[in-house]
């Protein structure tokens, strides 16, 4: 089964960047259908953006749009958010998952990272 790792969280300023990475353990990463999902304290987990399997389709909740990229690069089995524009009202454990089932993708995937902890600072 494909592992998921997220990476490049940390503290970031009002108005700062940062990319999260995603990255699967096998080649066969490259056939799934990958999503970040947030959870803020005190809030339910929720979808942020998805990418299909070969990076042709994307899918953002509104409240990301134009701020945040969902990208991928299958040969380094890697999916990127890059988010700029950060606000406060982003700071959430940001969660990479994966299904081979795009309608799952957004809604209940079947395989999940550990998390890595967004800040920003007002």
């Known amino acids: 089964q494909v592992q998921l790792v997220e990476s490049g969280g940390g503290l970031v300023q009002t108005g700062g960047s940062l990319r999260l990475s995603c990255e699967g353990s096998?080649?066969?990463?490259?056939?799934?259908?990958v999503g970040w999902f947030r959870q803020a304290p005190g809030k339910e987990r929720e979808f942020v953006a998805a990418?299909?399997?070969?990076?042709?389709?994307?899918d953002y909740v509104d409240s990301v749009q134009g701020r945040f990229t969902i990208i991928r690069n299958n040969a380094k089995n890697t999916v990127y958010l890059q988010m700029n524009s950060l606000e406060p009202e982003d700071t959430a454990v940001y969660f990479c998952?994966?299904?081979?089932?795009?309608?799952?993708?957004?809604?209940?995937?079947?395989?999940w990272g550990q998390g890595t902890l967004v800040t920003v600072s007002s």
């Open positions: 990418i299909d399997w070969n990076g042709h389709g994307t």
């Open positions: 096998e080649q066969a990463f490259s056939d799934y259908n």
């Open positions: 998952a994966a299904d081979l089932n795009w309608r799952r993708i957004v809604a209940q995937p079947r395989l």
